[in-house]
């Protein structure tokens, strides 16, 4: 993308006022997109962005700038921009010779989207719409998007690191509306992964399709849901997020370094029921939240989080393990060139249990049953969070009854790890998420078994 | 870059049409610093300049759009090819189309200011810094602060189409922001507070850093109350969250797809008769005021619910003509999307009693100090809503003690028509809606 000397040149320039370290990181991006709406394409979308962050490094203060202009002179001017807002260090530091190191790649990618024909893509999209409408006559709206990406980067620092990865996305998503005597429903699904065009073999279009339009049809049935607290059963894949939120935050070192976290001192300590074992892997092949190297350079690793209910690490990016004088995790990430990177998570998932999924069912007596949860949000220093079941049903005498209609679930991480009272043994991931954090959104995935615990707070309107 | 620099590059991309094409280019740059401290010392400091072009094609009633962040000319050229390519494989529509100037003027707006160009960056730290030791020496219960900073921005951008609109805008801006901690016991809780405005001097650090530590403080001591129906009185900040939600159900373009669950409901009475909500990004006193919308349309004002009744819906030209109106000058987007239809700057009219007055009046209740999960517990289609909330028990009229853990729910349409009074202290918010008081009824709360 940019010739190593020009890279050498700008780290050194970078570090000529006193930085004590110096980072560059270059992106070029592409992406794709085509949209139906309301039965019409209405639009096949292209983008492009090429860039460079540049960070110096002086103590506990870090300058940052950012140009699109990759030019020597451009880079230059960059790395001067981010010396000055990082000055005043003792100087002497040189940069070691650069050497160039890829880790591989969680998986292949046979098929780059670029090489497929738009009017392939188009077509996707065509199928989507005919299919969901076929679902049945309440779905009377339904909007497709197919969306795919490139990012190629390289990341290079004044120890010496050079590497590089080429990050393929694909997505395909449907929504539809339903209208019925209790007025319109809404009904999502998505499926993507790190890979190319090859997503389209192992996913049918229409089956996303009707899923869409059967969760909207399912809603039209539903009834209010209850409120207050009970024991909630979360389905397979379906809870992956909950447990992002809940506890993941809260484990990322930089949120816990400033006593953001509810789990700051608690390392070595029992925080779960024994049998939860929570895991970030960002090397799992195929999954939305995977790469190379994470956007410092560093190769994604599979981070044990929580073992049989004891909190073993945090997630780490450069800047904050070299002040513990560790290594990073492979957390540390960005949006784009235009931000700086922080710890962030990759695919988050709480492993396997090995109880059968409908005993489960069978030994709650009366709850609400989760099978798909929406977006969350937690507040990291208290633990607060909450989230929305975009697909949910009533448990009556230990079996699945009535769905219940779109509300929050809110609750306590810390209180929610030691709630858990049954793990089943049907382990899946679940939907590509985005996570946001201080503004920035990057891909990531999740997981979970079927799961119990033991009371969260329903948000509806029923009694 | 100058608006007028923007505007040129614009024109020349709209010359590269060809016969029988429509073409649109919106060209943006923007520079901006962020400071953020950390324990008296800067934590990061980004410079950066950024820009951007998007670009539309209407050819044969189809239309195509690509985009790109850099201005080079060969990425201008390459990004209209792009554009070009993707019109052929969109479905045609006869309502495509770009808008032509309708005649309206644009509102004259004061909304760059020159003062922000001579801050010096030394100066902007030491706003972060004072503002992180203000927040620190505000409550002994304040144990730390997150992040403290301070952020400008310096934006430009220009609209040029083949249908002859021309039209360039520049504004300036800047902020402080602080994240606290406060601690009591076990307990941790956390506030924020900010000041925004057109220039630094214009901040006011001392409300920032009170909004920080009151916020943090007054939630010690939270605990989950029991579920019950309660009035509600929605901070200012809580009720502008609402009302972007309740505006994305007034847009053409949700009502025109199936999408709002208002579509049939102009001229009804779909709220309280003291509700009027107005979106005005004329008004100088809006954040987000714009003399111009985002397919480049003089901005006006539009009155949504006047007493009560369903007046109107925004359009954009697309959906403005598709519905045989036209264009409310209601286009929003960034330069990397295509026009979509949206609120500017929406606010309530406001009523004549202040906060205290309206708490005054109620015996059981809770006042909504903050919401989370907003956008995941609201259906804006079905109308359904539910969202983590904290605050403040109200009793006998009277603030009491602090509750967390709850959720309030209920439907949009239920809760526009359960209002039942606004407040006075209209704030102007950095988001595109205002905040104000308001009292909303027979809300259910859920907790323990």
């Known amino acids: 993308m940019i010739d190593e000397s020009v890279v050498a040149g700008t780290l050194s320039e970078a570090l000529k006022t006193g930085g004590e370290f110096a980072e560059v990181f270059v992106e070029d991006r592409r992406s794709s997109s085509a949209l139906l709406d309301d039965g019409k394409v209405e639009e096949l979308s292209s983008g492009r962005t090429r860039g460079a962050g540049i960070r110096v490094v002086v103590g506990d203060t870090t300058g940052f700038a950012h140009t699109s202009d990759l030019t020597e002179a451009g880079l230059a001017k960059a790395a001067r921009a981010a010396a000055s807002a990082a000055r005043g260090g003792g100087g002497g530091h040189q940069v070691a010779a650069l050497g160039r190191v890829d880790a591989p790649a969680p998986n292949d990618v046979e098929v780059l989207p670029e090489t497929v024909a738009k009017a392939t893509k188009v077509e996707l999209l065509g199928r989507a719409d005919e299919a969901a409408r076929a679902a049945g006559s309440a779905i009377t709206q339904v909007s497709a998007r197919y969306a795919d990406g490139r990012r190629r980067i390289l990341v290079a620092n004044s120890d010496g690191l050079l590497a590089g990865d080429d990050q393929v996305r694909t997505r395909f998503a449907v929504s539809c509306v339903a209208v019925g005597d209790t007025g319109m429903q809404t009904g999502f699904e998505s499926v993507g992964r790190p890979i190319g065009f090859e997503l389209f073999d192992e996913y049918e279009v229409d089956a996303l399709a009707r899923t869409a339009a059967n969760r909207a049809l399912t809603k039209l049935a539903a009834q209010p849901a209850p409120s207050g607290s009970m024991p909630v059963v979360i389905g397979p894949g379906g809870g992956g997020v909950l447990f992002h939120e809940a506890c993941g935050h809260g484990l990322e070192a930089d949120l816990v370094a400033k006593q953001a976290s509810v789990f700051r001192d608690r390392v070595g300590k029992q925080v779960a029921h024994p049998e939860v074992t929570l895991i970030d892997d960002g090397t799992m092949a195929r999954e939305w939240g995977a790469y190379a190297i994470d956007d410092e350079g560093r190769p994604a690793q599979r981070n044990v989080l929580i073992e049989n209910g004891v909190l073993t690490d945090y997630m780490w990016d450069l800047l904050r393990a070299r002040k513990e004088g560790r290594e990073s995790s492979g957390n540390g990430r960005r949006q784009s060139y235009q931000h700086l990177p922080m710890v962030r998570m990759t695919n988050t998932y709480l492993a396997n249990g090995t109880e059968d999924p409908a005993n489960i069912i069978a030994a709650t007596d009366r709850g609400v049953y989760v099978a798909h949860l929406g977006g969350g949000q937690v507040n990291t220093a208290t633990g607060d969070f909450v989230f929305g079941m975009s697909e949910a049903y009533l448990i009556e005498n230990g079996e699945i009854g009535p769905p219940i209609r779109e509300g929050n679930l809110i609750g306590n991480g810390p209180e929610v790890l030691t709630g858990i009272e049954a793990l089943g043994n049907d382990f899946a991931m679940g939907s590509p998420g985005t996570c946001g954090k201080d503004g920035q959104g990057v891909p990531v995935g999740d997981g979970t078994p079927t799961l119990r615990v033991a009371s969260m707070t329903i948000g509806g309107t029923a009694a | ?448």
Request: charged share 20%; hydrophobic share 40%; net charge negative.
């Open chain 2, 1 to 448: 870059m100058n608006p007028e620099e923007l505007l040129e590059i614009a024109e020349r991309i709209v010359g590269w049409g060809r016969d029988g094409e429509q073409i649109e280019a919106v060209v943006g740059h923007s520079q901006e610093t962020d400071v953020r401290v950390y324990e008296g010392e800067i934590e990061s400091l980004s410079v950066a300049e950024s820009q951007g072009v998007g670009i539309r094609v209407i050819a044969d009633s189809r239309q195509g759009f690509a985009h790109a962040g850099t201005l080079d000319t060969d990425v201008l050229e390459e990004t209209l090819a792009e554009a070009r390519d993707n019109a052929v494989f969109g479905s045609p529509d006869e309502f495509f189309g770009l808008v032509e100037p309708d005649g309206v003027d644009p509102p004259v707006l004061d909304l760059y200011n020159e003062a922000l160009l001579g801050f010096g960056t030394e100066a902007k730290i030491d706003l972060a810094l004072e503002l992180e030791r203000a927040v620190l020496a505000g409550d002994s219960r304040i144990v730390g602060v997150e992040s403290a900073d301070y952020g400008d921005a310096l934006s430009a951008d220009a609209i040029a189409t083949t249908t002859g609109i021309r039209s360039t805008g520049r504004d300036t801006s800047c902020y402080v922001t602080a994240y606290s901690l406060a601690s009591e016991g076990e307990e941790t809780q956390t506030g924020f507070g900010f000041s925004v405005g057109r220039e630094p001097g214009t901040l006011d650090v001392a409300v920032a850093a009170n909004d920080a530590v009151e916020r943090a403080t007054r939630m010690l001591g939270a605990a989950q109350p029991p579920s019950e129906r309660v009035t509600v009185v929605l901070d200012p900040f809580v009720t502008a969250q609402f009302l972007g939600i309740i505006g994305s159900t007034l847009s053409g373009e949700a009502v025109l797809k199936g999408r709002s669950l208002f579509a049939d409901r102009l001229g009804d009475q779909v709220a309280a008769a003291g509700v009027t909500l107005v979106d005005d990004p004329t008004n100088p006193e809006a954040f987000t005021a714009s003399d111009a919308d985002g397919e480049g349309l003089a901005t006006r004002r539009n009155q949504l619910i006047g007493g009560g009744q369903l007046e109107r819906f925004l359009h954009n030209s697309y959906t403005g003509r598709r519905s045989g109106s036209a264009s409310t000058g209601s286009a929003v987007r960034g330069y990397a999307s295509t026009p979509g239809v949206g609120c500017q700057a929406l606010s309530l009219v406001p009523g004549d009693r202040p906060p205290s007055e309206l708490i005054a009046g109620i015996d059981n209740g809770v006042l909504v100090q903050g919401v989370s999960g907003l956008h995941s517990g609201v259906n804006p289609v079905s109308g359904d809503f539910s969202t983590g909330a904290e605050g403040l028990r109200i009793r006998n009229g009277e603030l009491a003690e602090p509750v967390r853990e709850i959720t309030i729910a209920s439907t949009l349409q239920r809760m526009l028509l359960d209002v039942a009074a606004v407040g006075s202290d209209l704030t102007w918010l950095p988001m595109s809606s205002a905040g104000v008081s308001l009292v909303v009824a027979e809300v259910t709360m859920s907790g323990a």
